[in-house]
Each structure stands twice: as C-alpha cells, then as structure tokens.
C-alpha cells in the first residue's frame, strides 16, 4: 500500500515535443505529490508539486494533472527541450512526517 | 540562503567497516530526511529526524542508524558494511513543522558510498 508506480521507465522525445510520465500510487493517506528532477552527478531538485484538493498545477512548461478517483497524477513537459534530458521521479507523502515514497524513475531523453 | 550540504561526497570502505556520513540542512529547516539511492532500488527512505528525535523509519537493518544535533545537523552512521551498502546516499531539508504545512523537502547532493 505503500508503493508509488512509475510509467515509463525511459522516454525519448524529440525537441518540442511533450514528455508524459505517469504515476499510479495506492495509499488514499497521501496528500502530497511532488514531482523531482535528477541530474547526473546531483541529488533530486523539486520541480513541482501538487496536493489532491485541485486537479491541476501549472509551472512554465511543467503541469502536473492529478485524478483523485483513480489515484494518479502525470507530469506533462511541453515545447521539451535538450537541456530537460534528465530522471524524473514523482513521490508521494503525507501525514505529519516527511517521509516520501518515490517511484522508480524516468529517464528522458529530448533529441534536438 | 545556502542549500544543504552534505559530507564527504565520495567514500571508499571496505566491507566490515563503519562509516558515518555529515548533512548540513538550510538554516531554519528543522526536519532532516535521510534516503539510500541505487541502479535498482530507487529512493528508498531511511528515517527521518525533526528536532533530535527520529520520527519515521523506514525499512533497513538496526546498522543503519543516525541521530540529529540541537543545531538540526544530521549524521548516519552505517556499522559492519556490506558490499549492498553501496550507494548514493541523499540527505533532505525541510521546514515542515506540523501536518498542515507543505512537506516540500530539499535535497543534498549525496554522499557516494563504495564499499569494496
């Protein structure tokens, strides 16, 4: 109940196209779902995050769309870029402790 | 403000030895998460400390321990190394005090750990 489901584990798109990751987590306890951008070499950097009162979070290019009902949430990445080529993880947390559960990463690659 | 910092960035021990690993969260952040990263596990949680005491633990054998300073540094210790020790392993800040606030957390740039 526990465990955060990350889709797909790569993904190649091209420069300006639109990279979807999926998540798909189990426990309706989470209210929390932050989405962090890994570079090699680097730890996660918080990208975006939402909570599951709203169905919609817009930063840049960056949107995450949330469904409450069937307990998912996707990070959209418009107009993607080279400089995007990176592993994705969403997470997922809640309660009175920081604890995150992370899925188990995409790694994108934009081609220009 | 200055993000957090972790020491030393790279270490190399040996199997049987023990290791203990330094995070410095943002000032002001008085919740310190620890993670171990691998190829094949992902991020898995290790515990968390908020004001010296732990307050979540995760999954991983007693020699994986850890404790937080009045000052909200955090150290983990990990005793009797295996060769499944190694890995990158992350320390994040927060700022979150009670459950109704945000538990955006803030990531260290890790400490690879090989064991050898």
């Known amino acids: 109940q526990q465990q955060v489901k990350q889709s797909p584990q790569s993904l190649i798109v091209q420069k300006g196209g639109i990279s979807i990751i999926n998540c798909a987590y189990e426990?309706?306890?989470?209210?929390?779902f932050p989405w962090y951008q890994q570079f090699p070499g680097k730890g996660p950097a918080l990208l975006i995050a939402?909570?599951?009162?709203?169905s919609e979070k817009k930063e840049g290019r960056f949107t995450i769309s949330f469904n409450k009902s069937a307990k998912q949430f996707s990070l959209h990445i418009m107009d993607s870029q080279p400089g995007d080529s990176a592993t994705y993880f969403c997470?997922?947390?809640?309660?009175?402790?920081?604890?995150?559960?992370f899925g188990t990463g995409t790694l994108l690659a934009v081609q220009p | 403000k200055a993000g957090v910092t972790q020491t030393p960035r790279y270490l190399i021990k040996t199997r049987g030895q023990q290791v203990t690993l330094s995070c410095s969260p943002i000032s002001g952040h008085r919740s310190v998460s620890w993670y171990q990263q691998t190829p094949g596990q992902g991020l898995q949680f290790l515990f968390e400390?908020?004001?010296?005491?732990?307050?979540n633990k995760g999954n991983f054998p007693g020699r994986f321990s850890g404790r937080q300073f009045s000052n909200s540094r955090s150290e983990m210790n990990v005793s009797t190394l295996e060769l499944g020790d190694s890995a990158l392993y992350l320390c994040?800040?927060?700022?979150?005090?009670?459950?109704?606030?945000?538990?955006?957390?803030?990531f260290g740039p890790g400490t690879r750990l090989t064991v050898l």
């Open positions: 997470a997922a947390g809640g309660g009175a402790t920081n604890k995150l559960i």
């Open positions: 939402i909570r599951p009162d709203v």
């Open positions: 994040a800040s927060s700022n979150k005090g009670s459950a109704l606030s945000y538990n955006e957390q803030f």
């Open positions: 400390y908020f004001s010296e005491t732990q307050r």
């Open positions: 426990n309706t306890a989470f209210d929390y």
